[in-house]
């Protein structure tokens, strides 16, 4: 309301039913259907009442919160950054905008619209999230074949001259993907940031101690699995989880910890002293219907809040893809995505440059919502 010079007035909003907003659209504007948002500019009265009210009136915004659900996953969109686009589209209706009146009129509405929702997004309580590419599958190839390439090390290359703000490995106790070798080679090459992913594991805390990457993500690790399977449980491993943590942070090396979006795992995060949380977003990405995947956004929105209200700086990862990326982007506290299979599935096709570029894309879209 600042941006548009209007703050010095009360704006009701109401949130209503389908069923109450194609009433009101039949009453007011003789059209027989619902729909998502209507603005009804405040009338002064004839009489001298107006004096009564304490704050000048601007008028009201109805929305129907069932359409803003419906459209919220139509859109692939969280229902908080639906509800803000209503919000602005009906405060522009009031102050005059008008995006049936013309094409001309719809033009600067959009742009209004645009500008706002914008500055919305510039106060997002941390900057926009950026894209840290997981290079493993591209050591996977190498090692079926067990011969040099492709190299990870050079994708790691190609990955920041594209945009990644980061590049993420994991080297697993037993060395199926990732060697060594890379991540020796990386922690001199990468100018970005080197995220290691790692078990718990002695040999492992020593070599990553040596090594001294820009971060360190612990997550659980088992030998049959295909890939990380679920969060770690921290809560039923404080103590060694927490001396862990002391010895990366007497070598200065921040520790971001792999959960699943539970909120009694997000406190014990906090109560061992991470930095960082890295929230699974598996179950999100692997939802059979759209309600699912609803549920299990909110569960991670929900659980980036609280673990940013708890002073957790917020990562989030695994199983995202070109489709369903945007919407965690734009959850506010999450400074980073670590994305891997996608978008090396897709370089095979795009090349990865492309691949990288592609997503990086869509992380800053996903910002905008
Ligand atoms: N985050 C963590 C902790 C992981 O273990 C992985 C998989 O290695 C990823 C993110 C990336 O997952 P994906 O390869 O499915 O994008």
């Keep these: ?46 009489d001298s009442s107006v004096h009564l009210f304490s704050q000048k009136e601007l008028g009201d915004i109805v929305i129907s919160f069932d359409r803003a659900v419906q459209e919220s996953q139509t859109y692939n969109q969280p229902l908080q950054q639906r509800l803000n686009w209503l919000i602005v589209h009906g405060l522009l209706h009031l102050i005059g905008y008008d995006h049936e009146r013309s094409e001309k009129d ?12 914008n500055e919305y997004k510039n106060q997002r309580s941390v900057l926009m999230p950026h894209l840290a590419v997981n290079v493993d599958h591209v050591a996977t190839i190498r090692e079926a074949r067990g011969i040099n390439e492709p190299d990870p090390v050079t994708a790691a290359a190609i990955c920041e001259l594209a945009g990644a ?48 990457p820009d971060m360190v993500t612990l997550v659980p ?25 002391g010895k990366m942070t007497k070598a200065n090396i921040p520790v971001s910890l792999f959960i699943d979006p539970d909120l009694k795992q997000i406190k014990a995060a906090a109560d061992v002293g991470a930095t960082f949380v890295e929230i699974h977003t598996g179950a999100y990405a692997d939802a059979t219907n759209e309600s699912l995947q609803f549920d299990e956004f909110e569960l991670i929105r929900t659980a980036a809040e609280e673990a940013h209200l708890l002073g ?10 070109y489709t369903n990326t945007a919407a965690i982007a734009a959850i506010d506290p999450i400074e980073e995505l670590s994305i891997g299979h996608a978008i090396i599935s897709r370089s095979v096709f795009s090349g990865l440059e492309q691949a990288v570029r592609d997503m990086c894309e869509i992380v800053e879209s996903g910002s905008f919502y």
């Design 1 to 46: 309301m600042q941006s548009c010079d209007i703050d010095t007035h009360q704006v009701n909003i109401v949130l209503t039913t389908d069923e109450e907003i194609r009433d009101l659209n039949f009453r007011f504007r003789k059209i027989d259907a619902a729909t998502n948002v209507l603005s009804f500019p405040f009338e002064e009265p004839d």
């Design 106 to 117: 719809a033009e600067i509405m959009l742009k209004k619209e645009h500008d706002l929702l």
């Design 165 to 212: 703000q980061g590049i993420v490995v994991h080297l697993r106790e037993d060395r199926r993907h990732i060697q060594d070798r890379d991540v020796k080679i990386l922690r001199e090459t990468v100018k970005t940031k080197l995220n290691l992913e790692m078990g718990a594991a002695q040999e492992i805390i020593e070599f990553a101690l040596d090594l001294k």
């Design 221 to 245: 690790e088992k030998r049959k699995e295909l890939t990380t399977e679920g969060g770690l449980n921290i809560v039923s491993q404080k103590k060694k989880i927490a001396r862990t943590i």
């Design 312 to 321: 957790l700086r917020v990562n989030a990862g695994h199983g995202l893809g």
